[in-house]
């Protein structure tokens, strides 16, 4: 039954450029007039969005099918990753599927619990197919990963259940590029390895005439001709799947240092991803007091574990940094519950369970947050009120965004109520502001996403998603190989 023809992104490694990669393709086949869709069986991340789901149901997806869906000018919707794997610890993470978490998969070993989540992925893939024309899917760490290939749905079986035409992406700028490619290419199933119709080296520096012989030689040992070397592009605006962003100067000189604490467990670090194209902004990720040190902002973004999080920033002493800026602050999500008077989880909720139940927040905001089990999930519109200080230009400001958690703040009853600074299209009240106007907590995800938001605070809204996605449709077709791309799908 299924009509799509399906182009599959593998990678040598993880952070090989495959997300990337799938969202320009993504933005490419829809520039053709074609119906066009991502695919992702299983995403390992804790950057999520708020996209549709099951019978009228919200749930969540991760970042990347989400950009790439925008790119293929769809909806996202919770098919387009049917399993999204949010680590906890670096031995756990909660598993989500169709959106939805399921406690019952995420307490299982990793080898029991694939042939569940199989079975809902490949429901998804075939749902998928036959409602489009092109689906294009992106594979996860490598395909060649010969421990795990009895149990690997995720690469070796979407392939086979998809009869995707494969592409094999490297990162040449790491160095053995072409030992990466054979080597994968060799320990991949040979019904899959039959599959795959191009390679493509990934942020090459130089000229790109000294590659030869290599991917002849190359070509002469597999079969699977070069079909694309795409140069070193760091300024592409697509946010990163896999990590940190470098922390490079910022376009025109660094005016504003904005320092983003980088706790273990941060989440939804892709919003952030607009702050670091503007001219005169410089992002620094701060893991010690000495990074905070001539920020201009601090930013405490989103957590998986706010408790443990809140933990690793005491032991790193940036908590007494923290107190020490005079600058301001803005904490979203995890980062709001952290600035509060206290945390509050007495079932265990917050991923790592907090001593005894509760602990004491970082007191710069006179808020209580208490975990419970329902989830928020949520894609709405916010409005600020009247804010003072140096989140002032906010006043009066529209923005759209999402919230994605499990807390629930209050005023501490005790304390002097805070000024309200954020509510949603529900009329809840999201975020808040301390007396002096410098400290800002919000439970708003996206709002650096907004250009309302960016002309507020710093008088510039940087560049719009769509005409990233049309620079990267326009990269990859100066860089394939004339007809690859549409002889993938032929």
């Known amino acids: 039954m299924s009509t799509a023809k399906a182009v599959m992104v593998l990678g040598t490694t993880s952070g090989a450029g495959k997300s990337w990669l799938a969202t320009a393709l993504c933005r490419w086949y829809a520039r053709q007039g074609l119906r066009v869709a991502p695919y992702k069986a299983q995403n390992m991340s804790n950057n999520a969005r708020v996209v549709p789901g099951l019978a009228g149901q919200l749930g969540e997806i991760g970042s990347a099918q989400y950009f790439q869906a925008l790119a293929a000018r769809r909806v996202p919707e919770v098919r387009m990753n049917p399993v999204l794997l949010k680590p906890e610890a670096d031995t756990r993470s909660q598993v989500i599927v169709l959106g939805e978490v399921d406690r019952e998969l995420t307490g299982l070993p990793w080898r029991e619990r694939s042939a569940a989540l199989a079975r809902p992925a490949e429901a998804a893939l075939h749902e998928l197919m036959a409602e489009n024309e092109v689906l294009v899917i992106e594979g996860a760490g490598s395909p060649a990963e010969i421990n795990l290939a009895a149990n690997d749905y995720v690469n070796l079986g979407t392939a086979r259940a998809s009869r995707a035409a494969g592409l094999l992406v490297t990162d040449i700028d790491r160095g053995g590029a072409f030992a990466h490619l054979y080597g994968t290419h060799q320990l991949m199933p040979a019904d899959v ?225 805070p000024r309200e600074a954020l509510r949603n299209d529900a009329g809840e009240t999201v975020g808040w502001q301390s007396a002096d106007g410098r400290v800002l907590g919000v439970y708003a995800h996206g709002l650096f996403e907004q250009p309302a938001v960016l002309r507020a605070l710093l008088g510039q809204a940087g560049t719009p998603l769509d005409a990233v996605f049309d620079g990267l449709a326009d990269f990859v077709d100066r860089h394939f190989a004339p007809g690859v791309l549409a002889g993938l799908i032929a």
């Open 193 to 417: 390895r039959a599959q795959l119709r191009g390679f493509v080296l990934n942020r090459f520096r130089g000229d790109a005439a000294l590659l030869s012989p290599g991917p002849e030689q190359l070509q002469a040992l597999t079969g699977v001709p070069t079909v694309a070397t795409l140069p070193m592009w760091r300024g592409h605006g697509l946010p990163e799947e896999d990590g940190l962003y470098d922390d490079g100067a910022a376009p025109g000189g660094a005016a504003l240092r904005i320092a983003i604490v980088a706790y273990p467990q941060l989440s939804n670090l892709d919003e952030f991803q607009p702050l670091r194209q503007l001219p005169g902004v410089r992002l620094v990720w701060a893991r010690t007091p000495a990074d905070l040190a001539g920020a201009d902002w601090v930013i405490l973004p989103g957590s998986k574990s706010t408790g443990a999080d809140l933990a690793w920033l005491r032991a790193q002493r940036l908590d007494a940094a923290l107190a020490a800026h005079r600058g301001p602050i803005l904490g979203i999500c995890g980062g709001l519950q952290m600035l509060g008077e206290a945390l509050i989880d007495s079932d265990g909720l917050d991923g790592s369970p907090l001593a005894d139940g509760n602990a004491p927040g970082l007191g710069l905001l006179p808020l209580v947050t208490r975990f419970e089990a329902d989830k928020r999930l949520r894609a709405t519109r916010f409005g600020f009120g009247t804010l003072t200080g140096p989140w002032a230009g906010l006043s009066g400001v529209q923005a759209e965004g999402y919230e994605i958690r499990l807390g629930r703040t209050a005023p501490h009853p005790s304390l002097p109520a």
